[in-house]
């Protein structure tokens, strides 16, 4: 394309008053804004005292960077060494040496703990949970208003009825602590509350049902001395110490002879599970109270 001079000028003039016009508009929008800023500042004074509170907030916290010196807390003079800040953990061989340790012997208090007062009441109680079964010795004290398990005892079986006795087969010991267990099975487990993490019971009364295989298929059961099925009461006669009475799901009772470990009276009148008993001390030889 091939353009004069005087087309080239006029080109030349337009742009120019082009450029003239985009100038003008733009200093007449910013005076425009100014213009819109001041009435806004006008109309809404507290966006001045807004600025003026939160200059006043930064004084504040200038002060007390000022008064606490926290501005220099990251420069102390000759730093922080780690053997500084564990100088003071130090390790004593007792707690009688430690003084921050008030209490210095924790021994004692839980001996005092373990013991059995005479004041204490023993409540001992049958849980199952799942597969797992126990007998739980409680102690209670009245006057201390504590109540807590002292120990407990692992049984083979769902337990189903306990029985306190102070009978003790030894013949050197006048009286114990035990607690006759029944349970799911035939037979009758007497341990010793007194000992601890034990896991054999002190003795049993009777036994499980055997099995003696014959020639063949058949195969006949042999009824040994005591209960056929689960033991669901017991009861201790206080006058005899040595009589135990329990009561199954056999549809039987028997008087048990604890010195010698075997019955000596097996009632089975009855027409259906005998689930409670107890024995009447009021007179010398035990009568059943069904």
Excluded at 203 to 213: A, D, P, R, V
Aim: aromatic fraction near 6%.
């Amino acid at each position: 394309v091939n353009l004069s001079k005087e087309e080239l000028q006029q080109l030349i003039l337009d742009a120019r008053e082009e450029f003239d016009d985009q100038k003008e508009d733009e200093e007449q929008a910013e005076e425009g804004g100014n213009e819109e800023e001041l009435m806004d500042a006008t109309d809404n004074p507290a966006s001045g005292d807004s600025k003026t509170q939160e200059e006043g907030e930064e004084e504040e916290d200038n002060d007390s960077l000022a008064e606490y010196d926290l501005d220099q807390y990251d420069e102390e003079e000759g730093g922080v060494n780690l053997g500084d800040t564990l100088g003071g953990l130090t390790v004593y061989a007792s707690n009688e040496d430690d003084p921050y340790v008030t209490l210095k012997n924790t021994d004692q208090y839980e001996d005092e703990d373990f013991k059995i007062k005479p004041t204490d009441n023993l409540i001992i109680v049958g849980k199952a949970e799942r597969d797992c079964c126990s007998l739980e010795i409680y102690v209670h004290n009245q006057e201390e208003q504590s109540l807590y398990v002292h120990h407990d005892v692992l049984l083979p079986a769902y337990p189903l009825c306990a029985e306190w006795l102070n009978f003790d087969p030894n013949p050197e010991k006048l009286t114990g602590n035990y607690a006759a267990v029944g349970n799911m099975t035939p037979v009758i487990d007497v341990w010793d509350l007194d000992a601890v993490d034990c896991l054999e019971p002190v003795f049993s009364l009777g036994n499980k049902k055997t099995k003696k295989k014959k020639q063949g298929k058949k195969s006949a059961e042999i009824r040994e001395e005591g209960h056929t099925d689960a033991v669901l009461d017991l009861s201790w006669n206080k006058n005899v110490r040595s009589v135990l009475a329990s009561a199954s799901a056999d549809k039987s009772v028997i008087l048990w002879d604890m010195l010698q470990k075997k019955p000596v009276t097996n009632l089975s009148s009855h027409t259906d599970k005998h689930q409670a008993l107890a024995l009447h001390f009021a007179i010398l030889l035990p009568m059943i109270i069904e």
